[in-house]
């Protein structure tokens, strides 16, 4: 059974970096053609990709946030993460990491993580 | 990038319709193309893939189709639990792009 969970900060002010951690289970991101990328969507708006991770730590980026995205994994610990750095109001959104493989786009999704930027 | 425009952005229907959603591509994304369903203050939930591949466990009234830069979702014999918001994703190209979406609301 392929699970994920979500977990970050819940309020953060601007400027300061934003740390998220999707811990999963039922599936291995050694595995070959495996992936887990991360998705936003402001409340009441539509969904914003973000960045993806693979098996073999090819990493993707939506260039639209610039230079301020960073994905990792930890394998052993069954943990994928994604840092933003200096953010602003208009990062305020639910986040969510899903699995991906080169078989299918995301198949399993986490129940999303609220994150509020405010001062 | 890929600018996926998805039609129309709210729909109403009634129980038993069949409901088309469209999804066009700025260029050819060659079926790399998802349809997602969201229900209120839930995660989207993936119901075809490859255009037209059905996900495991979603009923066979979801079908999708489509080539090139033109894609749809289409619902047989609507049901109450079908009220949702559908996103469609392009994975042909980073980055990956969704449409705005279709508010789907019963008559």
């Known amino acids: 059974q392929v699970t994920l969970k979500e977990s970050g900060p819940g309020i953060l002010q601007p400027s300061q970096t934003l740390s998220l951690t999707c811990t999963f289970s039922g599936f291995s991101l050694s595995t070959y053609g495996m992936g887990v990328g991360w998705i936003r969507q402001p409340s009441g708006k539509g969904l914003e990709w973000l960045a993806n991770?693979?098996?073999?730590?090819?990493?993707y980026y939506n260039p639209s946030l610039k230079n301020r995205l960073t994905i990792s994994k930890d394998t052993s610990n069954n943990q994928a993460f994604l840092k933003i750095t200096n953010v602003d109001t208009a990062d305020t959104a639910t986040y969510y990491c899903a699995r991906f493989r080169v078989t299918t786009p995301f198949d399993y999704w986490g129940q999303g993580v609220m994150v509020t930027v405010s001062s | 990038d890929i600018r996926m425009t998805q039609s129309p952005a709210s729909l109403s229907a009634s129980l038993g319709e069949t409901v088309n959603i469209e999804c066009l591509a700025s260029?050819?994304?060659?079926?790399?193309l998802a349809w997602y369903q969201q229900k209120p203050g839930k995660s989207p939930q993936l119901l075809i893939y490859?255009?037209?591949s059905l996900q495991n466990g979603v009923p066979s009234r979801f079908s999708g189709s489509g080539s090139g830069t033109q894609y749809s979702l289409k619902i047989n014999s609507l049901q109450s639990e079908d009220v949702a918001t559908y996103f469609c994703?392009?994975?042909?190209?980073?980055?990956?792009?969704f449409g705005a979406g279709t508010k789907l609301e019963l008559k």
């Open positions: 991770i693979w098996w073999d730590d090819d990493k």
């Open positions: 490859n255009a037209n």
């Open positions: 994703q392009q994975y042909n190209n980073y980055p990956n792009t």
């Open positions: 260029e050819d994304i060659y079926s790399d």
